[in-house]
């Protein structure tokens, strides 16, 4: 077990320094707070703990000299990680590597509300020395709600050479996504995203926010629904959920991006319909994950094929569709 002792909540004034002006607000915050890693500055941004002269900023946002911030510093929850012996479905394991199916409605990392439970649990029981790697190994991560492959790392040096390889975008991830509204060809989606200006729990596509591509595919249309097969380029959080919803395209369950509901359809048979609204989860699906192993240097890829509540309702659109 891993246990941190929280440190007292406090809250900080300051103003921007005129040698300062002009530069990113994590940069200057980085500058006038030496304690605190630029990451986890930038982390209080965008978790809209950082105040610039009254309003919530980006960290890309320039500052001017004499420019108020106020930072609120929260209280960390006493972090406990523990193992528990919790099914994991794995696909593969050798020394270096374990790569799993994560089920939708698991959370991959504990966090406020979910200390037990999670992924990271699982793992530290299946493969205890996972205690000495930062994150328990865990390389990315997928939503909750979003199911299919996601690949753990058993050392830090593997851990290590694993996020190189996301950042040089040499690790193939591929999703199924099934999207309401019919989409007639592929295509592919180049638009930045980051932290939405109110709704902080939330992304979506910002002129300032981290470039992000998407590619996508039709692997079959239906009535009012599409299933896609979707390419990530880059990994920026909830990408292809912000993407989707940016062309009109939503996924299909989503409750944060509009894609719940069944709608009206003219034809559409009661039994697809009650699916539909019943679906309360976004459907999409880490289908394939590629990469070279780190140690020997060999190709590898795995499938998943999608959990049974997607298959299901995959099934029942597509028997509609043939109606």
């Known amino acids: 077990m891993r246990t941190t002792t929280p440190e007292p909540a406090s809250e900080i004034r300051l103003t921007v320094p005129q040698t300062l002006h002009g530069k990113r607000l994590d940069a200057a915050l980085a500058a006038l707070l030496p304690d605190h890693s630029r990451s986890r500055l930038q982390r209080l941004v965008r978790d809209g703990h950082v105040r610039l002269d009254d309003r919530v900023p980006e960290c890309s946002d320039k ?83 979003t199911s299919g492959l996601l690949v753990v790392a058993k050392t830090d040096a593997v851990r290590l050479r694993l996020v190189r390889e996301l950042q040089a975008r040499r690790i193939k991830r591929e999703y199924l996504a099934l999207v309401r509204g019919v989409v007639r060809i592929g295509g592919s989606v180049t638009a930045p995203i980051g932290r939405h200006p109110v709704h902080r729990t939330r992304m979506s596509v910002q002129p300032r926010g981290k470039e992000a591509t998407s590619h996508y595919s039709v692997k079959a249309a239906y009535r009012s629904h599409t299933l896609l097969r979707v390419r990530l380029e880059s990994g920026r959080t909830h990408q292809i959920r ?12 989503d409750p944060v991006y509009g894609g719940h509901g069944a709608g009206a359809v003219k034809g559409q048979g009661a039994r697809v319909t009650e699916l539909l609204r019943g679906f309360r989860r976004q459907a999409l699906h880490a289908e394939r994950l590629g990469l070279s192993h780190p140690e020997t240097g060999e190709p590898m890829e795995w499938t998943a094929p999608m959990p049974a509540d997607m298959r299901a309702l995959v099934e029942a659109l597509a028997e509609d569709a043939r109606s």
């Open 63 to 145: 500052v001017a000299a004499g420019a108020r911030i106020e930072m609120e510093l929260p209280e960390p929850a006493e972090l406990s990680w523990k193992a528990q012996p919790i099914p994991l479905e794995v696909i593969h394991e050798d020394g270096a590597l374990l790569v799993i199916n994560k089920p939708p409605g698991m959370v991959v990392h504990p966090g406020a509300g979910n200390a037990e439970g999670t992924l990271l649990n699982a793992v530290m029981h299946h493969a205890p020395s996972l205690e000495t790697v930062p994150r328990a190994g865990i390389v990315h991560r997928l939503d909750k709600d």
């Open 242 to 253: 912000v993407h989707m919803v940016h062309i009109g395209h939503p996924v299909m369950g």
